[in-house]
């Protein structure tokens, strides 16, 4: 994590202080000591971020409601979801896999998306809380957490090994597991934290930055 005053931000791949120019319009800013990207102008990033983001709400809550896959073998037909594969892990006696699986697959990115809308919707009005600030943090651990994609491997590598055994049906939730692996990616791709930084009103009484107005952009990650 970059620190910053002002418009100065240390690399956080080699901690050279540096100040970054005023980017043009989709231009981009690197460290010229260790070449790490420093910055980006993504115009429209907030409200195009904002609109994945309630798309992929909406699609964490099918994967989770919805039939991850349903089984039928000898006559016999069963489905699950997310949760009602870590509840049998944890009845199994597969205890810290169903924990791992629960706040990989769920708890991560429920969090990582409901801290990411406050963010955004706090971020519209500069100056945003300080609390967006601390939030932008959190957002970070979570989606370090966030493994939808494992799982998605996980579940392809075990239909492929059962299609022998019994017929497999993808469900709902499996699809929807799979468009919001896609969604966050291009989550991260389009948001900027940068923007975000410079709309917190700080400790110091430090105003939004840039001054309104002045069309500069400034990434720190
Ligand atoms: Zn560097």
């Given at each position: 994590m970059?620190?910053?005053s002002a418009d100065i931000v240390a690399c956080p791949d080699c901690?050279?202080?540096?100040?970054?120019?005023p980017l043009?319009?989709?231009?981009?800013?690197?460290?010229?000591?260790?070449?790490?990207?420093?910055?980006?102008?993504?115009?429209?990033?907030?409200?195009?971020t904002l609109a994945l983001a309630v798309a992929a709400l909406i699609l964490l809550?099918?994967?989770?409601?919805?039939?991850?896959?349903?089984?039928?073998?000898?006559?016999?037909?069963?489905?699950?979801?997310?949760?009602?594969?870590a509840r049998t892990m944890w009845l199994q006696g597969e205890k810290v896999a169903a924990?791992?699986?629960?706040?990989?697959?769920?708890?991560?990115p429920a969090l990582e998306i409901c801290f990411l809308l406050a963010i955004l919707l706090a971020a519209r009005r500069p100056?945003?809380?300080?609390?967006?600030?601390?939030?932008?943090?959190?957002?970070?651990?979570?989606g370090v957490w966030s493994m939808l994609e494992v799982m998605l491997l996980g579940i392809l590598v075990a239909l492929v090994?059962?299609?022998?055994?019994?017929?497999?049906?993808?469900?709902?939730?499996?699809?929807?597991?799979?468009?919001?692996?896609?969604?966050?990616?291009a989550i991260s791709a389009t948001f900027d934290p940068g923007e975000v930084w410079a709309r917190v009103r700080w400790a110091n009484g430090d105003g939004p930055w840039p001054p309104e107005g002045s069309g500069r952009t400034e990434a720190q990650r």
């Open positions: 970059a620190s910053r901690d050279l202080v540096q100040r970054i120019p043009p319009p989709r231009g981009s800013a690197r460290c010229p000591r260790c070449g790490r990207p420093l910055g980006a102008d993504k115009p429209g990033s907030l409200d195009r809550f099918l994967a989770n409601v919805e039939p991850l896959m349903g089984l039928s073998a000898a006559g016999r037909e069963t489905s699950t979801t997310i949760l009602g594969g924990v791992l699986v629960a706040l990989a697959v769920v708890v991560a100056p945003a809380p300080r609390w967006v600030g601390t939030l932008l943090r959190w957002t970070e651990i979570s090994k059962i299609a022998s055994l019994a017929t497999v049906e993808p469900g709902i939730g499996f699809f929807a597991v799979g468009a919001l692996v896609f969604l966050l990616a």
